[in-house]
Nanobody
């Protein structure tokens, strides 16, 4: 069982930066692939970024490519999302997710692929 706790959200002006953290409890988090999703009010949850179990291979949504960076610190059992050049349309609740990866290099972009979810952290970007 893995529990995920997000932090780092807040209010920022357009063009600013935030770094989200997703701290995982439980052992062997290095065996899990992870991802970030977001959901704005009245909209469906959408994929943001994913990182593989090993080798830190990454995949990004087109809307954030070049602005966001996902990374992980195995020793700290934590996955990060560095968000730069934020836009008002990035405003949403950001959720961290994890799945025990059978593959060392796969990333997962579908929410249904994930088994564990955090509660989310709110990011609001003002214009």
């Amino acid at each position: 069982q893995v529990q995920l706790v997000e932090s780092g959200g807040g209010l920022v002006e357009a063009g600013g930066s935030l770094r989200l953290s997703c701290a995982a409890s439980g052992r062997m988090f290095s065996s899990y692939a992870a991802g970030w999703f977001r959901q704005a009010p009245g909209k469906e949850r959408e994929f943001v970024a994913a990182i593989s179990r090993s080798l830190s291979l990454t995949t990004y949504a087109e809307s954030v490519k070049g602005r966001f960076t996902i990374s992980r610190d195995v020793a700290k059992n934590t996955v990060y999302l560095q968000m730069n050049s934020l836009k008002p349309e990035d405003t949403a609740a950001y959720l961290c997710a994890a799945v025990k990866g059978l593959s060392y290099t796969s990333t997962y972009v579908q929410g249904d692929d994930y088994d564990y979810w955090g509660q989310g952290t709110q990011v609001t970007v003002s214009s």
